[in-house]
């Protein structure tokens, strides 16, 4: 994809970088550092900045399921009001990841207009992928972290002290339970379905497009007797979950060619999305618009650039999931 190259921009056709022998392989993220109540070291030591409202901003994508997870987050811990937000336009042009006006990055940086800004902004002679989400340090100019897996853990605790919300995604006691759910949504899910729209071969394909469905039979078959993947209790497991099932029959049913079956074909995956859905105000973090445009103006996949109108859905519809116990959410 367009990235960078010792801090120079170079353009470049989405995930092009990301291919070997006909198959993707997401690049890692290169930012990890951790925000905490008090700048204490994080998780494995990690250099961490101190939890202050107004500081922070995370600069996203209403297209991209790694900046929803962030979204999701933000919404359900009550930090609208705490970290601010950019929103990049959906389609990812030659400059990458673009905002429709400049945005505000704090006092120790211009206005960027570009995504790629702010790693450079960073690090001068940074190369890789330029990437959302980014949690960004508005007061000294840097990013403090773009991997979504880290910033969602952050905001679960860092700004509880400041919130007063103690809503707990990652619950000690269900950790080992969330992190075999994580391994498997990742792995099959997650990027399962940008292995298979990504894929210049066709046992590329085969192999990734037939592991998500084995996926989505095993999750559907996991609920029809538990409400959520841990159980009762609904954790960050289910909403890194929720943001391809979101996606799936609006784009990467079609885009990616995941098409053996439709999330609507799925009787309790279809009911547990509609529910994930409804919870408080995740709706809001959700633009198919915005998904359907970003997907379908990847020219290599799609090179007439053609968006359907379709498909028609309603993730407001009624769900069952109240035949099954619940516990909501665990709190610290």
Same mark, same amino acid.
């Given at each position: 994809?367009?990235?960078?190259?010792?801090?120079?921009?170079?353009?470049?056709?989405?995930?092009?970088?990301?291919?070997?022998?006909?198959?993707?392989?997401?690049?890692?993220?290169?930012?990890?550092?951790?925000?905490?109540?008090?700048?204490?070291?994080?998780?494995?030591?990690?250099?961490?900045?101190?939890?202050?409202?107004?500081?922070?901003?995370?600069?996203?994508?209403?297209?991209?399921?790694?900046?929803?997870?962030?979204?999701?987050?933000?919404?359900?811990?009550?930090?609208?009001?705490?970290?601010?937000?950019?929103?990049?336009?959906?389609?990812?042009?030659?400059?990458?990841?673009?905002?429709?006006?400049?945005?505000?990055?704090?006092?120790?940086?211009?206005?960027?207009?570009?995504?790629?800004?702010?790693?450079?902004?960073?690090?001068?002679?940074?190369?890789?992928?330029?990437?959302?989400?980014?949690?960004?340090?508005?007061?000294?100019?840097?990013?403090?972290?773009?991997?979504?897996?880290?910033? $969602?853990?952050?905001? @679960?605790?860092?700004?509880?002290?400041?919130? #007063?919300?103690? !809503?707990? *995604?990652?619950?000690? %006691?269900? /950790?080992?339970?969330?992190?075999?759910?994580?391994?498997?949504?990742?792995?099959?899910?997650?990027?399962?379905?940008?292995?298979?729209?990504?894929?210049?071969?066709?046992?590329?394909?085969?192999?990734?497009?037939?592991?998500?469905?084995?996926?989505?039979?095993?999750?559907?078959?996991?609920?029809?007797?538990?409400?959520?993947?841990?159980?009762?209790?609904?954790?960050?497991?289910?909403?890194?979950?929720?943001?391809?099932?979101?996606?799936?029959?609006?784009?990467?049913?079609?885009?990616?060619?995941?098409?053996?079956?439709?999330?609507?074909?799925?009787?309790?995956?279809?009911?547990?999305?509609?529910?994930?859905?409804?919870?408080?105000?995740?709706?809001?973090?959700?633009?198919?618009?915005?998904?359907?445009?970003?997907?379908?103006? $990847?020219?290599?996949? @799609?090179?007439?650039?053609?968006?359907?109108? #379709?498909?028609? !859905?309603? *993730?407001?519809?009624? %769900?069952? /999931?109240?035949?099954?116990?619940?516990?909501?959410?665990?709190?610290?």
């Amino acid at each position: 994809m367009p990235a960078l190259v010792n801090g120079e921009w170079v353009k470049g056709d989405v995930a092009a970088s990301e291919m070997k022998g006909g198959a993707f392989h997401r690049e890692a993220t290169h930012f990890h550092n951790w925000i905490t109540p008090d700048g204490a070291p994080g998780p494995s030591r990690q250099p961490s900045f101190p939890a202050e409202p107004g500081r922070y901003q995370l600069f996203v994508s209403y297209l991209c399921p790694w900046a929803s997870r962030t979204l999701i987050f933000r919404t359900l811990k009550g930090l609208r009001d705490i970290i601010r937000i950019s929103i990049a336009e959906p389609a990812i042009g030659e400059n990458g990841w673009t905002f429709a006006e400049p945005q505000d990055a704090g006092p120790e940086a211009p206005p960027i207009r570009y995504l790629h800004q702010l790693y450079t902004a960073s690090q001068p002679n940074y190369t890789g992928k330029v990437s959302v989400p980014v949690l960004w340090d508005r007061r000294e100019g840097r990013i403090v972290n773009n991997e979504s897996a880290d910033i $969602i853990r952050i905001l @679960n605790t860092a700004f509880n002290h400041i919130t #007063g919300d103690h !809503q707990d *995604f990652y619950p000690e %006691h269900l /950790r080992p339970e969330i992190d075999g759910w994580n391994e498997l949504i990742y792995n099959n899910v997650n990027n399962g379905v940008y292995r298979a729209g990504f894929a210049k071969s066709q046992a590329a394909y085969d192999e990734a497009a037939s592991g998500v469905f084995r996926a989505f039979n095993r999750i559907e078959a996991h609920l029809a007797d538990h409400r959520y993947l841990a159980g009762p209790y609904i954790t960050e497991a289910d909403w890194r979950l929720f943001v391809t099932l979101v996606r799936f029959d609006a784009a990467y049913h079609g885009v990616f060619k995941c098409n053996i079956r439709r999330m609507a074909d799925y009787h309790n995956l279809s009911n547990y999305l509609r529910e994930l859905y409804q919870w408080q105000d995740v709706r809001a973090t959700v633009k198919i618009d915005h998904i359907k445009a970003g997907y379908y103006s $990847i020219a290599h996949i @799609n090179p007439t650039l053609i968006v359907p109108l #379709g498909p028609d !859905q309603n *993730f407001d519809a009624p %769900h069952d /999931r109240e035949r099954l116990l619940a516990k909501g959410i665990f709190k610290s």
